[in-house]
């Protein structure tokens, strides 16, 4: 029996580190910050604001590919799609400022 | 006396480009009602600004402007009923709502693109006067810990309106 959990437990740490399942990355948006402001993601992956505030934010992409809106003590999400370094902002405070960089699967 | 002082005050205020970095220090009392003014002042210029402008950008920025400063200013109002403080009217409150009587006036007599440029500059002006305010005499004279939080957070809400008023500027040029 003891063998054979053993083997199962190894087998699921396996499937964790090996598996190419989405995953969300979450980003907490605190007193006018993005918290982490610097994310690594991977293509495919999901990422979630959870606005803590009590005023509306957006996460905006530099390049206006995206915009995320950011309702007080609500949640927004994006999903990576491409490869690359993306800095975004919030539209109505652009001193709140963040990095996301998407790697391959 | 006191009369004089107080005009002495009120001239001092309104002298200087910066009235609110004039002051001796105030009570949490009078912290609460200039910052509360000081929003509602805010809003009553983006109200102007939503109804005499037709450029999308300004009207989007003023609309940022009424609902966070309405947002700030309940959350100033729930706190100051919570501490059971009554604001406190006073010369650095009165002297700022003279000074937006006095753009208040002058932005009415624009239109079109001159009242847009007229109004996102002051928003410019406007901000960094509170800020600097905030900053060097709100912040540091707040004794409550919850007020002072309160203002923290408000400074940094307002420094992004300044940058984003900044931004709404260098678009209009």
Same mark, same amino acid.
């Given at each position: 029996m003891k063998p054979r959990l053993a083997g199962l437990v190894g087998l699921a740490a396996l499937a964790a580190t090996t598996s190419t399942r989405a995953e969300t990355v979450r980003i907490k948006v605190d007193k006018l910050s993005f918290e982490p402001a610097e994310v690594t993601v991977r293509v495919g992956d999901e990422i979630e604001w959870f606005n803590a505030d009590f005023v509306a934010h957006t996460a905006t992409a530099r390049d206006k590919s995206w915009d995320v809106m950011l309702s007080p003590k609500k949640s927004g999400t994006f999903t990576a799609t491409g490869t690359g370094e993306i800095g975004y902002f919030c539209r109505f405070h652009?001193?709140?400022v963040g990095r996301i960089t998407v790697l391959s699967k | 006396m006191i009369a004089k002082v107080t005009t002495a005050c009120m001239v001092l205020a309104l002298g200087c480009g910066s009235a609110l970095a004039q002051a001796t220090k105030p009570s949490d009392a009078q912290i609460a009602h200039i910052a509360y003014t000081a929003g509602q002042i805010d809003i009553k210029a983006a109200? $102007?600004?939503?109804n005499k402008s037709k450029n999308k950008e300004v009207r989007a920025f003023a609309d940022d402007m009424v609902r966070d400063h309405k947002a700030v200013n309940d959350k100033?109002?729930? $706190?100051?009923k919570k501490l059971n403080v009554t604001p406190e009217d006073n010369d650095i409150s009165k002297g700022i709502v003279k000074q937006a009587n006095?753009?208040?006036?002058?932005l009415s007599k624009l239109d079109g693109a001159a009242f847009d440029k007229a109004y996102a500059a002051n928003e410019v002006a406007y901000h960094k006067t509170v800020n600097g305010a905030l900053e060097k005499t709100l912040i540091p004279s707040a004794s409550n810990a919850e007020l002072k939080d309160l $203002?923290?957070?408000? $400074?940094k809400i307002f420094q992004g309106h300044q940058q984003h008023a900044e931004h709404v500027v260098a678009d209009l040029k």
């Amino acid at each position: 029996m003891k063998p054979r959990l053993a083997g199962l437990v190894g087998l699921a740490a396996l499937a964790a580190t090996t598996s190419t399942r989405a995953e969300t990355v979450r980003i907490k948006v605190d007193k006018l910050s993005f918290e982490p402001a610097e994310v690594t993601v991977r293509v495919g992956d999901e990422i979630e604001w959870f606005n803590a505030d009590f005023v509306a934010h957006t996460a905006t992409a530099r390049d206006k590919s995206w915009d995320v809106m950011l309702s007080p003590k609500k949640s927004g999400t994006f999903t990576a799609t491409g490869t690359g370094e993306i800095g975004y902002f919030c539209r109505f405070h652009p001193n709140m400022v963040g990095r996301i960089t998407v790697l391959s699967k | 006396m006191i009369a004089k002082v107080t005009t002495a005050c009120m001239v001092l205020a309104l002298g200087c480009g910066s009235a609110l970095a004039q002051a001796t220090k105030p009570s949490d009392a009078q912290i609460a009602h200039i910052a509360y003014t000081a929003g509602q002042i805010d809003i009553k210029a983006a109200e $102007l600004a939503l109804n005499k402008s037709k450029n999308k950008e300004v009207r989007a920025f003023a609309d940022d402007m009424v609902r966070d400063h309405k947002a700030v200013n309940d959350k100033a109002l729930a $706190l100051v009923k919570k501490l059971n403080v009554t604001p406190e009217d006073n010369d650095i409150s009165k002297g700022i709502v003279k000074q937006a009587n006095d753009t208040e006036t002058s932005l009415s007599k624009l239109d079109g693109a001159a009242f847009d440029k007229a109004y996102a500059a002051n928003e410019v002006a406007y901000h960094k006067t509170v800020n600097g305010a905030l900053e060097k005499t709100l912040i540091p004279s707040a004794s409550n810990a919850e007020l002072k939080d309160l $203002l923290a957070t408000g $400074l940094k809400i307002f420094q992004g309106h300044q940058q984003h008023a900044e931004h709404v500027v260098a678009d209009l040029k």
